[in-house]
């Protein structure tokens, strides 16, 4: 603080604001007018509204707003991509509309299981009817849906539409259909349905059964689906984005940092900046430039922009051309900078026999794939990357070129090109180091791959567009199929933005792009512009103990968009280090160093946190990936990391995506595609919750010179995360934020140091599940040293809506408020419109469950496991239980024999599982039943310690004086056990 108060003092005395605000005016294809008033307005570029009338451009408090789809125009992302007869392309992740169709027909499917619907009957050939919530059909070999007014298909993997009359949907992981009249099943090995009383029935080869009633039906597990006789069709994804009839003509947007530039800047001078074009430019325009003014620049050979340095009046000319599509500034961008790993199951990969066999007898190692590392360079002659790397390259600005329109001018081969961050030598180290001087310790999570360094210096746009450009033009000779980008900038997401669209043609030419998710924290969209690129991977950090990091940057709570892909370990990872000879960070031995690494190790090894290295380990599991299946696409690779990530539920999907990285599912089923995980995630919005996030409050107020500004704000009921900011002008002032709640205590507080920048001068508190909704800001001069100056304000918060379940009311405060817990982080969903709390759980319903919501990693093997258990969709969640790394979690299963998937789970049963789940068996042998367990005898000695454990952990419950260790598990009871189980995952 009293570092803060000397800069702060000095900033008065030395830095005065003089600019003149000239007013800039942006109009999508109209181009950049100076408007002589004193403010910048972007309007109509890709939904991005951006006003500041102080000439200061700031998220939430002063006026950035990002409107229709977060600002995000997208085409087949997640691999979806819809064409018409008529060629027109339709977007949209996971919402599709299709009405008026007059049948459908779902074929090939291993097993279909349809939920949701409050009251289905069943009427079977023989008149005999059946009432059920759910039900589960197995190895149907065709169902027609007739009459279907408007059926609703959500979470597929890939569509393909032929036509206007017929439609085929492969690959699709769940289907939500609605306002369907007739559904007709024919030659199904079984049916297992639950009756609306929560009984379980089954129905054994049924010929003809027909459901009607059915208001809302999920299907997954679908291989293949034909639907015909289309009438109309409405395709709608994530804010009603239909089609992309746009045409490609004039600007489209313009980079705010560049639009403040512009805004200050003097006639005379020199303003770096990259102009992208709809197309290769071509001489004609190179002839227009010069015709402006501008005589000279960087030249891509692949990417459609040129890297120039010209005028603001030479910009604002450019800009009004037709085949101009976006203009950026040529910012500096920042990096985000064992058994460690044992969360992300790297160590079964190369233990496991199916992998090998496939493999020709040796593990998999990423042999033969190339990862690109796009960052400060790699020291090659490092004892770890012998060999590995393939070519060494250092990117060379050329923008200060005397003349000329110029291509880029790239070294190759140089032996090392990290001279002094070791950052890109440490990344590099992550994918793909041998551990020849740790005896394998250290080793990269694909050894065996090989490495393309490009060194983009001190990281500025045009460098990075540079190694970009290479990648598309040479990539292909070195087998390039992933890079790795651990770098970020302080901006806003544009789809024109030139990094967004080089990354689009990489990923367009089959090369995997990987963005570390940013060090910025907690709140509302912190997450590196450069991620949110749907087209992408990108990963977030979580430490030692597979907890969140607190430096992860997050996305925007409800947001489709706006959150990282999955997160990896980031904390102390240990990794290579540059040459000692060196000026490093790395090249100073921390704390950390000494704590992980031998004595020995340390001249070769160093330790770091950071985003920067979690995003490398998801590189380098996609290079193993590609070795066992080289024919991915990166929508696949996208797709198959995701549905295979070990779920956190103790955090949202805008912290951490799917959650942790499971490298060992994630090659497995890049080399075996039947052995389908994650299925269970494409039923998950059946749980009906809806998270709402907006801004609820705002204010404009000056704040005094000796003085503080106080402020009181009122929070909505249901109100699961607010996020309190202030923002300010130009000037030299700093200011802090306090929050206390209505009884006067401290809740939290902000007071960094705010140097010029796009999102500098802000501060924000983020109070996560308030206790409280009457709060009080108060603002004032860091230090009390500052002048007069307008504050701008706002309170975003996001409240939750949950769904309308007709069974809760009889529940107790306590316990609604555990099931509005456990649906909100999907551990528990309801049975249609009911939660069902007393119904009893099945043995199925447990495995998924801790599937979902306890840390198990997925696994399918090669064949079941499990006499009973023969579809896909109970195998994924029962295989992944009994072979977790730990041990299996059903202790009465054995492989090869029943499981009794059906069958209900008994307290004894689950007790252990949980106790297993949560790595508390260490506890087990040191922990005895409270005396007042009358009916401790009937616990099997060998179990007593569980219970005992499972009791003070609040993950299962008494019955008065008895433990009751047969008695089924109730819905309630596992909804409790599971928020808790979640909590302790917190801790």
Same mark, same amino acid.
């Given at each position: 603080m009293i570092i803060k108060k000397i800069i702060c003092f000095i900033l008065l005395y030395t830095f005065t604001i003089s600019a003149v605000h000239a007013g800039i005016n942006v109009v999508r294809s109209s181009g950049i007018t100076l408007t002589g008033a004193d403010g910048i307005t972007l309007t109509g570029a890709d939904g991005i509204t951006l006003t500041g009338a102080d000439g200061y451009l700031n998220y939430i408090s002063n006026g950035i707003t990002l409107t229709g789809a977060d600002g995000i125009t997208l085409t087949g992302a997640d691999g979806i991509t819809l064409t018409g007869a008529d060629g027109s392309t339709y977007t949209g992740t996971n919402g599709i509309t299709l009405t008026g169709a007059d049948g459908i027909t779902l074929t090939g499917a291993d097993g279909i299981t349809l939920t949701g619907a409050d009251g289905i009957t069943l009427t079977g050939a023989d008149g005999t009817t059946y009432q059920a919530d759910s039900f589960l059909v197995r190895r149907p070999n065709g169902i027609t849906l007739t009459g279907a007014d408007?059926?609703?298909?959500?979470?597929?993997?890939?569509?393909?539409?032929?036509?206007?009359?017929?439609?085929? &949907?492969?690959?699709?992981?769940?289907?939500? &259909?609605?306002?369907?009249?007739?559904?007709?099943?024919?030659?199904?090995?079984?049916?297992?349905?639950?009756?609306?009383?929560?009984?379980?029935?089954?129905?054994?080869?049924?010929?003809?059964?027909?459901?009607?009633?059915?208001?809302?039906?999920?299907?997954?597990?679908?291989?293949?689906?034909?639907?015909?006789?289309?009438?109309?069709?409405?395709?709608?994804?994530?804010?009603?984005?239909?089609?992309? %009839?746009?045409?490609?003509?004039? &600007?489209?947007? $313009?980079?705010?940092?560049?639009?403040?530039?512009?805004?200050?800047?003097?006639?005379?001078?020199?303003?770096?900046?990259?102009?992208?074009?709809?197309?290769?430019?071509?001489?004609?325009? &190179?002839?227009?430039?010069?015709?402006?003014?501008?005589?000279?620049?960087?030249?891509?050979?692949?990417?459609?922009?040129?890297? $120039?340095?010209?005028?603001?009046?030479q910009l604002i000319a450019v800009s009004r051309l037709s085949q101009v599509r976006s203009l950026y500034g040529n910012r500096t961008l920042t990096l985000n900078s064992d058994p460690f790993f044992k969360p992300t199951g790297i160590q079964r990969v190369g233990i496991d026999q199916d992998l090998q066999t496939k493999n020709g007898g040796t593990p998999v190692s990423g042999r033969n794939i190339t990862v690109a590392v796009l960052d400060t360079g790699i020291s090659s002659q490092h004892n770890d990357l012998n060999g590995r790397v393939v070519q060494n390259v250092r990117l060379v600005d050329s923008m200060s070129a005397p003349l000329g329109f110029v291509y880029p001018t790239p070294i190759e081969n140089v032996i090392n090109t990290d001279v002094i961050s070791g950052h890109g030598t440490f990344v590099s180290g992550v994918i793909a180091a041998s551990g020849i001087l740790s005896s394998g310790k250290y080793s990269g999570v694909a050894p065996g791959a090989n490495v393309l360094g490009l060194s983009a210096g001190d990281l500025n746009l045009s460098q990075i567009l540079d190694g970009f450009d290479y990648l598309l033009e040479k990539g292909a000779n070195y087998n390039v199929r992933v890079v790795n980008c651990s770098f970020s900038s302080n901006t806003v997401y544009d789809d024109n933005d030139p990094v967004n669209i080089a990354t689009k043609m990489l990923v367009q030419n089959g090369i995997n792009v990987v963005f570390s998710a940013g060090n910025s924290g907690a709140g509302n969209g912190t997450l590196n512009p450069y991620a949110v690129a749907p087209w992408v991977v990108?990963?977030?950090?979580?430490?030692?103990?597979?907890?969140?990091?607190?430096?992860?940057?997050?996305?925007?709570?409800?947001?489709?968009?706006?959150?990282?892909?999955?997160? /990896?370990? @980031?904390? +102390?990872?240990?990794?290579?280090?540059?040459?000692?000879?060196?000026?490093?960070?790395?090249?100073?031995?921390?704390? /950390?160093?000494?704590?992980?690494?031998?004595?020995?190790?340390? #001249?070769? *090894?160093?330790?770091?946190?950071?985003?920067?290295?979690?995003? #490398?380990?998801?590189?380098?599991?996609?290079?193993?990936?590609?070795?066992?299946?080289?024919?991915?696409?990166?929508?696949?690779?996208?797709?198959?990391?995701?549905?295979?990530?070990?779920?956190?539920?103790? *955090?949202? *999907?805008?912290?951490?995506?799917?959650?942790?990285?499971?490298?060992?599912?994630? $090659?497995?089923?890049?080399?075996?595609?039947?052995?389908?995980? @994650?299925?269970?995630?494409?039923?998950?919005?059946?749980?009906?919750?809806?998270?709402?996030? !907006?801004?609820?409050?705002?204010?404009?107020?000056?704040?005094?010179? %000796?003085?503080?500004?106080?402020?009181?704000?009122?929070? #909505?009921?249901?109100?699961?995360?607010?996020?309190?900011?202030?923002?300010? @002008?130009?000037?030299?002032?700093?200011?802090?934020?306090?929050?206390?709640?209505?009884?006067?205590?401290?809740?939290?507080?902000?007071?960094?140091? +705010?140097?010029?920048?796009?999102?500098?001068?802000?501060?924000?508190?983020?109070?996560?599940?308030?206790?409280?909704?009457?709060?009080?800001?108060?603002?004032?001069?860091?230090?009390?040293? @500052?002048?007069?100056?307008?504050?701008?304000?706002?309170?975003?918060?996001?409240?939750?809506?949950?769904?309308?379940?007709?069974?809760?009311?009889?529940?107790?405060?306590?316990?609604?408020?555990?099931?509005?817990?456990?649906?909100?982080?999907?551990?528990?969903?309801?049975?249609?419109?009911?939660?069902?709390?007393?119904?009893?759980?099945?043995?199925?319903?447990?495995?998924?469950?801790?599937?979902?919501?306890?840390?198990?990693?997925? *696994?399918?093997?090669?064949?079941?496991?499990?006499?009973?258990?023969?579809?896909?969709?109970?195998?994924?969640? $029962?295989?992944?239980?009994?072979?977790?790394?730990?041990?299996?979690?059903?202790?009465?299963?054995?492989? !090869?024999?029943?499981?009794?998937?059906?069958?209900?789970?008994?307290?004894?049963?689950?007790?252990i599982a949980l106790v297993k789940a949560a790595n508390l068996e260490s506890l087990t042998t040191v922990s005895n039943l409270p005396l007042s367990v009358t009916d401790a005898s009937s616990i099997p000695a060998q179990w007593r310690g569980y219970v005992a454990v499972a009791l003070q952990k609040g993950l299962i419950t008494i019955d008065g004086n008895k433990f009751n260790p047969n008695r089924a598990l109730t819905r309630i009871e596992l909804a409790l056990a599971m928020v808790n189980l979640t909590h302790l995952a917190a801790q």
């Open positions: 408007g059926i609703t298909l959500t979470g597929a993997d890939g569509y393909a539409q032929t036509g206007t009359n017929g439609i085929t &949907l492969t690959g699709a992981d769940g289907i939500t &259909l609605t306002g369907a009249d007739g559904i007709t099943l024919t030659g199904a090995d079984s049916i297992i349905g639950v009756k609306t009383n929560g009984v379980l029935f089954t129905l054994t080869q049924p010929t003809g059964i027909t459901l009607t009633g059915a208001d809302g039906i999920t299907l997954t597990g679908a291989d293949g689906i034909t639907l015909t006789g289309a009438d109309g069709i409405t395709l709608t994804g994530a804010d009603s984005i239909e089609s992309q %009839n746009n045409p490609a003509n004039g &600007l489209q947007s $313009v980079d705010p940092e560049l639009a403040i530039t512009l805004g200050n800047a003097t006639d005379d001078s020199n303003i770096n900046a990259v102009i992208v074009f709809h197309y290769s430019p071509t001489e004609t325009d &190179l002839v227009e430039l010069r015709q402006i003014g501008i005589t000279g620049g960087t030249r891509f050979r692949i990417l459609p922009m040129i890297a $120039v340095s010209a005028t603001r009046q990108s990963v977030g950090a979580t430490d030692d103990k597979s907890k969140l990091a607190s430096f992860s940057s997050r996305g925007i709570f409800g947001s489709q968009y706006q959150h990282p892909s999955l997160v /990896a370990p @980031g904390v +102390n990872v240990a990794s290579l280090r540059a040459p000692v000879s060196e000026t490093s960070v790395f090249g100073v031995v921390t704390s /950390a160093d000494t704590q992980r690494l031998t004595p020995n190790e340390i #001249p070769f *090894y160093t330790t770091a946190s950071g985003t920067s290295f979690s995003a #490398p380990q998801v590189a380098g599991a996609i290079a193993l990936m590609l070795q066992t299946n080289p024919n991915l696409t990166p929508a696949e690779v996208k797709d198959i990391l995701q549905r295979t990530a070990t779920p956190m539920p103790a *955090y949202y *999907y805008h912290e951490v995506g799917a959650g942790m990285l499971n490298t060992h599912a994630a $090659v497995l089923e890049a080399a075996f595609p039947q052995r389908k995980m @994650g299925i269970f995630r494409s039923i998950l919005s059946k749980n009906q919750v809806r998270f709402i996030t !907006g801004t609820t409050q705002t204010f404009s107020q000056s704040v005094l010179t %000796n003085s503080s500004l106080i402020k009181n704000f009122a929070l #909505p009921s249901d109100t699961i995360q607010a996020g309190f900011h202030i923002a300010w @002008g130009f000037s030299a002032n700093d200011f802090g934020l306090k929050l206390y709640d209505a009884g006067g205590t401290l809740k939290g507080e902000s007071n960094y140091l +705010n140097l010029p920048g796009l999102t500098g001068r802000r501060e924000k508190v983020i109070l996560n599940n308030p206790d409280s909704q009457s709060f009080q800001a108060i603002i004032q001069h860091t230090g009390n040293i @500052g002048t007069t100056q307008t504050i701008f304000g706002a309170v975003e918060t996001t409240r939750v809506e949950y769904p309308q379940l007709s069974d809760l009311q009889t529940l107790s405060p306590q316990m609604q408020a555990i099931v509005k817990e456990s649906l909100r982080s999907f551990v528990m969903l309801p049975e249609g419109r009911k939660f069902r709390p007393e119904s009893t759980v099945s043995r199925t319903e447990l495995a998924e469950t801790l599937v979902r919501g306890g840390g198990v990693p997925q *696994y399918v093997a090669g064949s079941p496991l499990y006499t009973d258990v023969k579809d896909i969709t109970t195998r994924s969640v $029962v295989e992944s239980v009994q072979s977790n790394p730990s041990g299996k979690l059903f202790s009465d299963a054995s492989v !090869g024999s029943a499981f009794y998937p059906n069958d209900s789970a008994t307290k004894l049963i689950t007790a």
